[in-house]
């Protein structure tokens, strides 16, 4: 099965991303996870990645498509993916259905989670983020078990620096001029998969869960 999860910065495309992984045994592709890291690690990519991430504009496209090439073609992938964060602007997409079709892979869904901007705030500025493996939590929301730990692995929760008001303001103007193109490209490919993301965090499962099996390809 392989997925897109498409949304605004807040949307819940990762929380959502990590249930379908365990559910269905497949890889989450973060684009940002694995820019997080590449940037904790100071590798050349990273070092190139971050000031682009700190002011909240996207990294360039050939980072990012190169990103995800180097994943896609791992054995991981080969019963199925979920690509969250990725694509992002429409020459990324260009470039995902090029490297699919490469592949031999076709996207089945493209699952849009639509939230309010004043939910958005409210959930971004909440954040938590395991340092170790990068599940996000919520201080109202989504409070882990022992507060400042990570359930799943021990690790520190932060908060990202650019889940800062002042940044994540300008990543809202950037997703709406980069990225929203991308519900009316999808919509074309009849791809597109429009869900409520208002309600709690299961209830968003559900409505996904009927689509992925209400009209499994
Ligand atoms: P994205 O990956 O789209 O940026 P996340 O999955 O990290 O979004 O979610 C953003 C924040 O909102 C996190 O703190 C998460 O715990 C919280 N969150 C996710 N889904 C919901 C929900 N349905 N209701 C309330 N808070 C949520
Ligand atoms: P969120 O979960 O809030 O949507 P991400 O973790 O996906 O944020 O992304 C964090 C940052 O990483 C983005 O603001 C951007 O700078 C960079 N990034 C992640 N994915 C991409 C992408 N596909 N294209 C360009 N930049 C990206
Ligand atoms: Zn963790």
Do not use: W
Not at 54 to 63: K, R, Y
Request: overall charge neutral.
């Amino acid at each position: 099965m392989n997925l897109i999860l498409l949304g605004p910065p807040g949307a819940g495309k990762g929380t959502q991303a990590k249930i379908l992984t365990k559910k269905f045994a497949i890889p989450q592709i973060s684009t940002g996870d694995i820019l997080r890291s590449a940037v904790k690690e100071q590798t050349a990519m990273g070092l190139k990645a971050k000031s682009y991430m700190d002011s909240g504009a996207l990294v360039p496209d050939d980072v990012v498509v190169g990103i995800v090439k180097d994943r896609l073609a791992q054995p991981d992938c080969a019963n199925g993916f979920v690509l969250d964060g990725f694509p992002r602007t429409v020459a990324q997409a260009d470039a995902l259905k090029q490297m699919l079709a490469g592949l031999g892979k076709l996207i089945e869904h493209v699952l849009s989670i639509e939230v309010d901007k004043e939910d958005l705030l409210g959930r971004i500025t909440g954040r938590r983020t395991c340092r170790s493996c990068g599940r996000g939590y919520h201080v109202a929301f989504d409070p882990p078990n022992v507060a400042g730990k990570c359930d799943e692995c021990g690790g520190e929760l932060y908060q990202r620096d650019d889940d800062r008001e002042d940044t994540m303001r300008n990543r809202l103007a950037v997703y709406e001029e980069q990225t929203a193109p991308l519900i009316a490209y999808y919509k074309q490919e009849s791809l597109l998969r429009s869900i409520k993301g208002v309600g709690s965090i299961e209830e968003i499962q559900r409505s996904i869960l009927n689509i992925i099996e209400g009209c499994s390809v």
